[in-house]
């Protein structure tokens, strides 16, 4: 029972923040402010960890592949399907689950336990329109580019990785990137990026809006929707592999 209740409040959420804004102006500004906050946050720990799969991924794929009878460039091609499927979209998400959704839930926690969420709604504003779907809408613009440039990266890292230990020559390297290249990869790495986003915002917004309690309580709600958060997109990381692909 406690599943549908909080279900049925999520979807409640949801639906009260399809309403037109009142100020496209103050809209336009928080949504561009957290692109900002999302975006240029996330970069730092979006560049290491991205650099370090693709550099992981090179070194252990040529550890195995000993044999001479599997060409080098397959090193290539097994480093670049891995980042692009599985690796950037799935892996960066949950780093991002923890710190996009830890902190979109503590704000939101923050404001409520604090009565601001409280006097705006005094004062007529739709706080749901206001304070949850420039998040999300932030959140849907920001993360599939983050994803993007994860991959990328992750593919270079991998590269300079398998120059610098020796285990495989940047020409060869090269030349298994541009071997039998699937674009619908790409798609597909966009469709996963898209609703990990949309899990990733919605989720620790649900958290944080419905806070109740003192500080202790932000805390855990915070725990909560990241916990949440990375169950969820493991398991539509699951159905969107045995549907699309």
Known sequence: M???????????????????????????KELMHQCSEIGVGSLP?????SLFLGAVTTI???YQLVTPLVPQTTIAVIVR?????????????????GVVGSKIASELGNM???????????????????????KILASLIVIPCLVVLSFVLGIWGGRQAGAMTGVIATDIFDEGLRHNINFYNINFAL????????????????????VKG?????????????????????VADYA???VLL
């Open 112 to 134: 409520r336990v604090s009565e601001q969420i409280d006097a705006q709604e005094i004062m007529g504003i739709n706080t749901k329109n206001y304070l949850i779907m420039p």
């Open 214 to 234: 003192g500080a202790l309580e932000i805390g855990r709600a915070s725990t909560s929707a990241v916990v949440v958060s990375c169950i969820l997109i493991l």
């Open 240 to 242: 969107l592999a045995a």
């Open 2 to 28: 406690k599943f549908f209740t909080h279900f049925g409040a999520y979807l409640m959420m949801l639906k009260g923040m399809f309403t037109k804004p009142e100020n496209w102006k103050i809209y336009w």
């Open 60 to 62: 252990q794929t040529a």
């Open 81 to 97: 399907d891995s980042m692009i499927l599985e690796l950037s979209p799935t892996v960066i998400c949950i780093v991002l689950a």
């Open 191 to 210: 469709y996963k990026a898209y609703t990990f986003a949309f899990i990733i915002s919605s989720i620790a917004a649900y958290y944080g809006y419905n």
């Open 45 to 49: 720990i979006v560049i290491i960890i």
